[in-house]
């Protein structure tokens, strides 16, 4: 036993106070919950790392040190997100620090009143909020932005580009994304400098654990910039017209009184400022620092600029700048099967939730091909996600170009990195970094300024998370399958996987692209196998495979990614393998084998010759592979062998729709989440085509009509046509896919609009709502 409470008498902890809280080790704390401190060093260092034991172990659990929950795995995390009701974001802003009496006098003394902004603001307040004062984020409005970014990025490397040495934090990196920010907001040039000083000193309030002696001066400081703040917006309110997000909101004040209010502007102003400045400052330092110490990564964003987008979102995940936020619990809930009681605080690691290999195949691998690497939660999730994720992808994408562009012989200099101590705001306070002027690329070519890339918002290009593999064999194996190993083109290790991931390989110029599953042993390093039967069916994907692919050829491939994940934590388990499903079940019955689960393998097929891989399970699994070939009578009896629920024990079958829907009525009487089946697709946006009538959508604006099937979204169907819709979260909770309807009844599933605009049914969420009756007339 773990727990502090085996030594009473040396616990630190007031048991008394932990009343009725319970963890998975049976305790109401453990020893790694107790010495749980965001402000130590190590955390600040590398936060996922910090807290993998609680990953591992103990994925929710109380910190008597900080008075909060904290939660560390992906999915928790963004069932938190998900519902902003239940877990209210109204303390994301409150001081996690409570200061003492002389520090709170001095906040008092310059009449300091932080309020509700957008990110702590509960509904219905914030979603009527943040929709009136969306559209200065939409791509477009943003991409007037662009100029001055490039420009600003620009003059910055001028001043130090001859210098063979500077510190890009001090230099370029906290400055150049303040400089953009006040501009974003519209805060006239003459203040911008005395608000840089304040800046800082407002995360050190909110999430730092200031000294007592320090206090008093961050209080003063806070106090100052809570005043400047307010002289700024009463300057904008006597001209409130031209650009700027603040100028904006003024106006919108005239028209939405209650919803832009007094108090909402003051504190935007403050909190918008470290929002869009801290926030990019920290996630440009943290991302080159991270690059530079992954030199082919640098090398390869340098020699081909298309990558940096995902470059950007695999920076953000790995080592992003927001590590953690805050929720309050606003009634008795179960978070990862922990009870938390009405009225707890909850911290949310983000940074964990990112590094999480339930999510993320191989997940502390920086690998700026990673095809889900936007799926991280840097950015939060849901109704709150950040409004600024794409200004902030903007500028982080410019900062790099520019900088691969005119220093790729750049590296970085022996360094220890500091942070600022806080649980939320991370980035090094300096990034050395030195290099050869006299290699300056532009000393030899002075128009390689002239090329820029296009900045590229949105889902990231095929191209960018490709990566290129040899065939390093094709060979034949029974029942008309190709069985390709493949391996990196520079003999460095191949991705790493887990049972049930799959990969995408691209089927050569021809447009088409497949999914396998992966199955051999995740333990091989040199190469990846998947295993393709000829569909006779086939549109031409594995025909392709089959006709063309030798060995020593190329081909195009993304992934691993997994949406069939393996419990390693199950007591038994029952594999179900039909024909060429046994591939992800192969691969899980070999990791059963090695974990020492107790498992049964399953594996059906017409006839024994026409099984892949039957001698290869016969040998590793022995006894515990049963085979049932069709022509030997020797069919598998599912109600036999699932007719009775067995506790502790999951099913993962992969095969034909068929035998798929026979498993599932057979489990009818098994608990929720027993059977597993392969789903090649995430489920998000996803439809039940059984539930779903087909319906038309003519679009007024571009003159086009589409069909939308009942297995499509029209967000899908409008993306299909190249309507560029926005969309972020893809389940009717942000409000950012928001289409006009002309006519048509819409049957809406969103939890965005209000009653009364879905009455006026002059608004749809294109990611989720659907029609009603057969036709949508879309604004479009
Ligand atoms: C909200 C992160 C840049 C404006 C948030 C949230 C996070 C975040 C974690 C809370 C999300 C939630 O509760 O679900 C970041 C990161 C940035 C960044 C990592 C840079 C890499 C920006 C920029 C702006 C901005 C440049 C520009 C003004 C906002 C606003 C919200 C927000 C207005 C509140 C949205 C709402 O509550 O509806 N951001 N942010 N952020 N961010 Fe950002």
Same mark, same amino acid.
């Given at each position: 036993m773990t727990s502090l409470t085996a030594k009473p008498s040396a616990c630190p902890i007031d048991h008394g106070a932990l009343a009725g809280l319970k963890t998975p080790t049976g305790c109401p704390v453990s020893r790694k919950a107790a010495e749980?401190?965001?402000?130590e060093d190590a955390y600040q260092q590398d936060p996922p790392e910090y807290v993998r034991w609680s990953r591992e172990q103990e994925p929710v659990f109380y910190s008597p040190k900080l008075r909060y929950w904290v939660v560390t795995r992906y999915d928790d995390i963004k069932a938190i997100f998900r519902d902003n009701l239940t877990f209210?974001?109204?303390?994301?802003?409150?001081?996690i620090t409570p200061t003492g009496e002389e520090a709170n006098q001095v906040l008092a003394s310059y009449n300091y009143a932080m309020n509700r902004t957008l990110v702590n603001e509960d509904e219905p307040a914030h979603m009527a909020r943040r929709r009136v004062l969306?559209?200065?984020?939409?791509p477009e409005a943003l991409k007037e932005h662009e100029p001055m970014v490039r420009e600003a990025a620009r003059a910055y490397v001028d001043r130090f580009i001859?210098?063979?040495?500077?510190d890009l934090v001090d230099q370029m990196l906290w400055e150049v994304p303040l400089t953009i920010a006040l501009h974003f907001l519209g805060v006239?040039?003459?203040?911008m400098d005395t608000l840089r000083q304040y800046s800082i000193a407002h995360t050190v309030n909110t999430w730092g654990r200031p000294k007592p002696e320090e206090q008093v001066a961050v209080a003063h400081a806070v106090g100052n910039f809570w005043q400047l703040a307010g002289k700024i917006l009463e300057k904008m309110r006597r001209d409130p017209s031209g650009p700027g997000w603040m100028k904006y909101g003024i106006r919108k004040q005239a028209e939405h009184p209650d919803v832009v209010t007094d108090s909402y502007l003051h504190s935007m102003m403050m909190a918008g400022i470290v929002a869009a400045h801290e926030t990019t400052a920290n996630a440009t330092a943290n991302a080159l620092k991270l690059l530079l110490q992954h030199p082919s990564a640098w090398r390869e964003i340098c020699d081909d600029p298309s990558l940096i987008p995902n470059a950007v979102e695999e920076c953000l995940r790995h080592n992003?700048?927001?590590a953690a936020w805050r929720r309050l619990a606003t009634k008795d809930v179960k978070v990862g099967g922990i009870d938390i009681p009405a009225g707890a605080k909850l911290l949310i690691v983000m940074s964990s939730a990112n590094h999480d290999e339930r999510h993320f195949e191989d997940p502390d691998l920086f690998d700026i091909?990673?095809?889900?690497?936007?799926?991280?939660l840097t950015f939060g999730y849901?109704?709150?996600?950040?409004?600024g994720k794409n200004l902030a992808r903007m500028e982080l994408q410019i900062f790099l170009e520019e900088l691969t562009k005119r220093l790729p012989h750049m590296r970085l200099c022996e360094q220890k990195f500091t942070y600022v101590p806080n649980t939320s705001f991370r980035g090094p306070e300096h990034l050395w970094v030195e290099w050869d002027p006299?290699?300056?690329?532009e000393r030899r070519?002075?128009?390689?300024?002239d090329t820029v890339h296009p900045v590229r918002i949105g889902e990231p290009s095929r191209h960018a998370i490709s990566r290129t593999m040899i065939v390093e064999s094709a060979t034949r194996l029974p029942g008309d399958v190709l069985r390709l190993r493949l391996k990196s083109p520079d003999g460095r290790p191949v991705p790493r996987w887990t049972p049930g991931a799959h990969i995408d390989i691209e089927c050569g110029d021809s447009g088409l692209s497949r999914q396998y599953s992966l199955c051999g042993?995740?333990?091989?390093?040199?190469t990846l196998e998947i295993a393709v039967l000829r569909d006779p069916?086939?549109?031409?994907g594995s025909r392709w495979l089959h006709e063309n692919l030798k060995a020593g050829d190329k081909v195009k491939v993304r992934g691993p990614r997994?949406?069939?994940?393996?419990? =390693?934590? %199950?007591?038994k388990v029952i594999l179900i393998a039909g024909g060429i499903g046994i591939t992800p079940i192969g691969a899980m019955a070999r990791r059963a084998r090695q974990l020492g689960i107790d498992y049964e393998l399953h594996y059906s097929g017409r006839s024994r010759a026409c099984m892949a891989y039957l001698d290869e399970l016969r040998q590793l699994h022995g006894e515990r592979l049963q085979v049932h070939a069709s022509d030997e009578?020797?069919?598998?009896d599912f109600a036999a062998l699932l007719g009775r629920p067995q506790a502790g024990v999951q099913i993962y079958a992969c095969g034909p729709v068929r035998m798929l829907e026979a498993l599932e009525q057979c489990c009818?009487?098994?608990? =929720?989440? %027993?059977l597993r089946v392969e789903h090649f697709?995430?489920?998000?946006?996803?439809?039940d085509p059984s539930k779903e009538q087909p319906f038309e959508v003519e679009l007024k604006d571009s003159g086009i009509t589409l069909q939308v099937p009942a297995d499509q979204t029209l967000l899908a169907a409008l993306r299909g046509a190249n309507i560029d819709v926005q969309s972020d979260c893809?389940?009717?909770?942000?409000?950012?896919c928001e289409v006009r309807v002309l006519s048509g009844q819409v049957d809406h599933r969103d939890v965005v609009l209000t009653r009364a605009e879905r009455d006026a049914n002059?608004?749809?969420?294109?990611c989720c709502s659907r029609a009603a009756c057969g036709k949508l007339v879309l604004e479009l």
């Open positions: 749980f401190d965001p402000f209210s974001p109204s303390i994301a802003l409150e001081k969306m559209a200065p984020f939409t001859d210098d063979g040495r500077a006239p040039e003459e203040d992003g700048s927001v091909r990673r095809d889900n690497s936007s799926d991280h849901g109704a709150h996600q950040c409004m006299a290699q300056n690329p070519d002075p128009r390689l300024l042993d995740p333990d091989d390093a040199r069916d086939s549109r031409g997994n949406h069939f994940r393996f419990d =390693e934590g %199950a007591q009578g020797g069919r598998c009818a009487g098994w608990p =929720e989440d %027993a697709h995430s489920t998000r946006g996803t439809l893809g389940e009717g909770l942000c409000g950012s002059s608004k749809m969420m294109a």
